[in-house]
């Protein structure tokens, strides 16, 4: 900006008697002359000087004025702005804004500020991610047992293997990997337990062979998955039947609709022996889909840990009527399914682990002291709010929001002032109920921006820095509104906001970092 405004200062033809130097040390001098107000004998002085008139002492002043501003604000402004304060703004943009380093870049660029080019982002945030663990830690005094929720994320054909305590959704650890093996996910799992003061009581996983033989091996409680063993498995081909129905009815209705155009006795009769055919095929096919819905919305509500009065469901009954279900089933003699049936019926002696969950859950209720039918009702409010959560289709989701409303305000006039106390006591031991994965599925949801604008260039220094930002900072809604994943788990409050307590970590490991 310095050597624009010489160039402009020097334009004046008439006065080309001076270096552009010189010209910006007269302007500099009378500049400062006028700020401490004796301008006038120093304008003589510098006319006299340096061999030139007043006016263009003067010109060179009112030029030195104009861009005064532009000349010294982007030093004033860096001196303002710390490197700690700058880094700050990266990560604002890198982990709340989503943007990628070459954004982060164009915007700290328009600012003026240091360290903005696409290298100094892309090193400065690398290195708080390199300081930051793998393996997350909870400040808890004592040891406690978690169930945890296990699976693979996908970059192209690169797994990321991460771990979750699902009620809280803290991220235990996230690692960029090679391969889905055994030892890999033992050694995943190892370094959980042997940080801080974890202990994996039970997993909850699809069936990868990796995953659960490291689970056997460590002598961690399985749990399948019921999404991926169940829902995900035998769900698609209600619609798929559905539409097969829909295709046979239509063959069926075009057959019946070209029987009056026929001409002859003959093609008639041709005809109608295809329309009924096609009959006869469009009311099988109708009825394989009814009878398979019917059966597997009798499997999925055999998977509810509480039955529609609230009573806690018999596992060994639960068990045999899934079994008959999937029997009746195999009897559609539909290829594809059979081997979807196949596979769940593997893992059905473990698929109904988490009913043992559902018991003690309901025992350390009666512990604390509250009574059959609070416990009842509540239970029924949370089966429901589980269900509207769940609910993709609007009538479902309207009817599970009237009956979880219904059995919540009937508890209110139960229990009066204690309600709101016993509700988060009751609603705290079922939600230890885990039966799927899905917290994965939701943790994928919010990394997925971040490698859609990184073109899935993803580094472990970022996946740690993911974490931390993840574990500390606020819900803005849902259940878990105005609460951090660490203060869930840890149970104690968080007074600072991610980003002070992640410069606030990065300045113990490296004091000088921000110097």
Known sequence: MLNVLLREIGEFSVFKVAPEEIRFQIAYQAYEAQQRKDSYGVIIGLAKKYQICRAFVYVLLNRLKENISQIFSPKEQEKKISKKELISRMLLH??????????????????????????????????????????????????????????EIFIGNQPILITLEPISSFILAIELSDNRKKVTWSEHIAKIESVGKIEIATMVTDEGSGLRSAIGDRGIFWQPDTYHAVAHRLGKWVHILEQRAYKKIAIEYERKRVISSAKTKKIINQRRYKYNKAKKKSLEAIEIYEDFLYLYVCIIKELQPFHSNGEIR?????????????????????????????????????????????????????????????????????????????????????????????????????????????????????????QASSMVENINSILRPYLDSSKNQISQEFLNLFAFYHNHRQYKAGKRKGKTPMEILSGERQDKGWIELLTDFVETVKPDFFV
């Open 94 to 151: 890198r982990m709340v804004g989503k943007s990628s380093i070459e954004a982060i870049s164009t915007i700290m660029k328009y600012d003026e500020f240091r360290y903005s080019s696409v290298g100094s982002v892309s090193q400065s945030l690398s290195a708080i991610g390199a300081l930051l663990p793998t393996v997350q830690t909870v400040p808890i005094d004592e040891k406690i047992e978690i169930t945890a929720v296990s699976d």
């Open 314 to 434: 018999n596992r060994v009954i639960a068990k045999e009527n899934i079994e008959v279900a999937l029997e009746l089933m195999k009897s559609l003699k539909q290829e594809h399914i059979n081997s979807q049936i196949a596979s769940i019926e593997k893992i059905l002696p473990e698929l109904l682990n988490y009913f043992e969950e559902s018991k003690k859950a309901i025992d350390k209720c009666k512990s604390l002291g509250i009574d059959d039918e609070t416990i009842t009702t509540l239970t029924l409010a949370w089966q429901w709010d589980k269900a509207l959560t769940k609910a993709k289709k609007e009538d479902r989701r309207e009817r599970a929001k009237r009956e979880s409303l219904f059995y919540l305000e009937y508890a209110k006039d139960i229990l009066g002032d204690s309600y709101e106390k016993i509700k988060i006591a009751v609603f705290f031991e079922l939600n230890g109920i885990i």
